[in-house]
């Protein structure tokens, strides 16, 4: 079982930053890849980015790929997402998830592969 918390949301303006965390705990967090997720009020949870369990390698979602960035430091079982020119559509509720990975390198981008999700934390950007 793992438990994730996420953390950093809140008001900000367009073309502002914000930097949101997760912490992990409850299993070996380097064995899990990890990912982060979106959802708007009455629209279906979206992926963002995701993270390998190495830190090797990256993906994001066209949307806000040059804008965000995922990072992880499995010293401290923490993941980040480093959201920088926030635009009023990047607005929702925003979850991180874990899964178990096999493979070092493996990225994965569907909500159906995640086992484990955190409660979520708002972002809200004014225009």
């Known amino acids: 079982q793992v438990q994730l918390v996420e953390s950093g949301g809140g008001l900000v303006q367009a073309g502002g930053s914000l930097r949101l965390s997760c912490v992990a705990s409850?299993?070996?967090?380097?064995?899990?890849?990890m990912g982060w997720f979106r959802q708007a009020p009455g629209k279906e949870r979206q992926f963002v980015a995701a993270i390998s369990r190495s830190g090797i390698n990256t993906y994001y979602a066209d949307s806000v790929k040059g804008r965000f960035t995922i990072s992880r430091d499995n010293a401290k079982n923490t993941v980040y997402l480093q959201m920088n020119s926030l635009k009023p559509e990047d607005t929702a509720v925003y979850y991180c998830a874990a899964r178990v990975a096999s493979l070092r390198g493996t990225v994965y981008t569907t909500a159906n592969d995640y086992a484990y999700w955190g409660q979520g934390t708002q972002v809200t950007v004014s225009s």
């Open positions: 409850g299993s070996t967090f380097s064995m899990h890849a």
